[in-house]
């Protein structure tokens, strides 16, 4: 965080705007150390890192990345009816998040025991989607007070938590 004030400088950011407190939010995410999260962790700023952080963290060279995939985009909220639903892996995967910054940066995490999914849908509207969805097998080392965990009103480590993905987002599963 010591250089700060010279990264808003090079992008001509004022340290005063809603960019300088984003890139803030960021550079703190992408500095916090792994313990806090108990999962290994980084934040990549090209394909290639991305790809090895990758190969590390899951010990294989056999790897797939997918992601959700929309056909015809959709502004509007809408019910999906889905059609069909695919287990990719049980395992570890890592998942890397597209983060706002200045230039493309990405954070990528492996947190425990997942398994993920790819989830065929049709909109109402007749959008086609593959999504993306993963589910977290271990959450008793999450926060109690999580969005996930205030919404379906249990506690962690009592049950699995899925979601669906972004189609900005990333997985890597080993094959």
């Known amino acids: 965080m010591e250089k700060f004030p010279e990264i808003l400088n090079h992008f001509s950011i004022d340290s005063k705007s809603k960019d300088a407190q984003t890139i803030k939010k960021t550079i703190k995410l992408c500095e916090e150390s792994e313990v806090k999260h108990k999962e290994k962790k980084t934040c990549v700023t090209s394909l290639e890192s991305m790809v090895d952080f990758g190969l590390s963290v899951l010990g294989t060279n056999n790897i797939l990345a997918i992601t959700s995939e929309v056909q015809g985009e959709t502004q509007a909220s809408q019910r999906y009816t889905i059609e069909q639903v695919q287990q990719i892996s049980d395992g570890d995967n890592m998942v890397c998040h597209k983060l706002n910054y ?27 989607v593959k999504a993306v969805s993963v589910c977290h097998k271990d959450t008793s080392f999450w926060n109690a007070h999580a969005i996930p965990f205030v919404v379906l009103k249990v506690k962690p480590g009592t049950t699995p938590i899925c979601h669906f993905l972004q189609d900005d987002q990333i997985v890597f599963v080993p094959i």
């Open 102 to 128: 200045a230039y493309a940066l990405h954070y990528c995490h492996v947190g425990g025991s997942t398994r993920t999914y790819m989830v065929s849908m049709v909109g109402v509207d007749g959008t086609k």
